[in-house]
């Protein structure tokens, strides 16, 4: 975390990155009504926990910068994820 976020610092907002987040909250929000309306079949998340906006826009900028940057953070089964992820993210904008 401390190699990402520098105090003081700050960043362009990036519209698009708002967007994508505003949407991933969106989701979040209604998921967790889902679980309410179904008398919490799930536990409930720690919100806090999930999500920080100027950690996750200072993570987007690194990534902008140097997309192999981010892997340093990981562990070995965060990393084998991480790539089928972006694999697989790759094959369907192929299709």
């Not at 105090?7 to 698009?16: A, N, T, V």
Request: with cysteine; net charge negative.
């Amino acid at each position: 975390m401390e190699k990402i976020k520098v105090e003081g610092e700050r960043s362009q907002l990036q519209p698009d990155v708002a967007h994508a987040f505003c949407q991933w909250q969106c989701c979040f929000r209604q998921s967790l009504h889902l679980n309410q309306l179904l008398c919490f079949p799930l536990p409930e998340p720690d919100c806090s926990r999930l999500y920080c906006g100027p950690l996750l826009h200072q993570l987007s900028a690194e990534l902008r910068r140097d997309p192999d940057s981010i892997t340093d953070l990981m562990n070995e089964d965060q990393r084998r994820l991480y790539y089928t992820l972006k694999h697989m993210n790759w094959a369907v904008r192929d299709q």
